[in-house]
């Protein structure tokens, strides 16, 4: 199918872009049903279900709970959806027959659409690593909101008056919601103690004992932030915090366009590992993210994935003294030729 100039004036390059990716792998159109995909292509965020078929003239369609809504917000045209009967019958008359589909589409959904020829295209994937301006502008405010917030917060006060670890999570929460966010990007880690060699540590119903991490984020129209700090307060804990801040600056100083992000994360694994702490450096060294808190490229051993201009990435090395405590630090950075770290929340607070 020649997709030609299809996409009508509101549509943006992202449509565009994957249509031409679409032709060249011979596909028909594909079915898109992850929320911030369909967010992403269209503006228009389901707070039910949808479709976007990508096609032809595409089109989203949408429960009868969102049609309002729809209307409002999507750039491209709707349809209330009646039955995926009604929908399959829509696309063999525009005679679609190879159909991508996203990795999580769910299975149930892929049966509904047996009859046609289905395969898995990340393509979206793909596109969304690079960001526009908009979207770098939106990270952006989620940053500064997240580190305005952090500031206001004052961990080594609250820690002073015998604040607990979910009291605090849940105030750090309110104050990024009354700085303009819209909501925290991910359930907020508020450790201390021993509980910081935990990487994922849950809040606690406990008095906040030293030291404390903090790894957090919030939305800013629908775009996420990411950002961790330990707070340090003994020798042994300032020894280990300055090889994690020596393997973050390096790790960031080396980041450029046309390196992989495997690259990177030796950068960091290495300084860690020359310290002899690398078997305690137990997760990857950062991630791409967006709509999402976690998006391609994975800054990991395994991923070949090669840096471009405009792609967002976090830098986050980590050491973790089972039983005893855990320092991690991590930042947003925005490439652009180099590694440039969003805000200016200091690394040692």
């Known amino acids: 199918m020649n997709f030609g100039d ?9 449509i565009e872009n994957l249509l031409k990716k679409l032709e060249e792998k011979d596909f028909d159109g594909m079915l898109v049903a992850n929320f911030n995909n369909i967010y992403y292509l269209s503006g228009y965020l389901s707070t039910s279900f949808a479709f976007l078929i990508l096609k032809e003239n595409p089109i989203v369609y949408v429960s009868g709970l969102d049609l309002e809504l729809a209307s409002k917000t999507s750039t491209i045209d709707i349809k209330k959806f009646e039955s995926f009967e009604i929908l399959i019958k829509d696309l063999k008359e525009d005679n679609i027959k190879k159909l991508a589909i996203e990795g999580d589409l769910s299975v149930n959904t892929f049966f509904k659409f047996k009859d046609f020829d289905l395969e898995v295209l ?5 596109e969304r690593m690079i960001k526009s301006d908009k979207e770098i502008a939106k990270i952006t405010k989620a940053t500064e909101i997240a580190h305005k917030s952090l500031l206001e917060l004052d961990v080594r006060s609250k820690q002073d008056v015998g604040w607990e670890e979910w009291a605090c999570a849940y105030e750090l929460g309110r104050l990024m919601r ?3 966010a819209e909501v925290e990007s991910f359930d907020t880690i508020f450790a201390s103690g021993s509980d910081t060699s935990l990487p994922h540590s849950i809040p606690q119903h406990r008095i906040l004992e030293n030291p404390v991490l903090v790894d957090y984020g919030c939305k800013f ?3 996420c932030s990411d950002t961790t700090r330990t707070f340090i307060y003994t020798e042994k804990q300032e020894e280990v915090s300055k090889i994690v801040l020596e393997a973050h600056d390096k790790a960031i100083a080396g980041v450029k366009v046309g390196m992989k992000a495997c690259e990177v994360d030796k950068i960091a694994r290495d300084i860690i590992s020359e310290y002899g702490y690398g078997e305690k450096y137990i997760h990857s060294t950062g991630h791409s993210l967006g709509l999402d808190i976690h998006e391609s ?5 395994k991923d070949k994935t090669i840096l471009e ?7 986050e090395p980590g050491i973790y003294l089972e039983g005893e405590f855990g320092v991690r630090i991590e930042d947003m950075i925005l490439i652009n030729k180099k590694g440039k770290i969003i805000g200016n929340l200091p690394q040692i607070l």
């Open 309 to 315: 201009n405009n792609m967002i990435i976090t830098i």
């Open 178 to 180: 009354a700085n303009g």
């Open 122 to 126: 990340n393509i979206i994937d793909d």
């Open 221 to 223: 129209e629908g775009y």
């Open 6 to 14: 299809c996409v009508s004036s509101k549509s943006d390059f992202h």
């Open 297 to 301: 490229p994975n800054v990991s051993s």
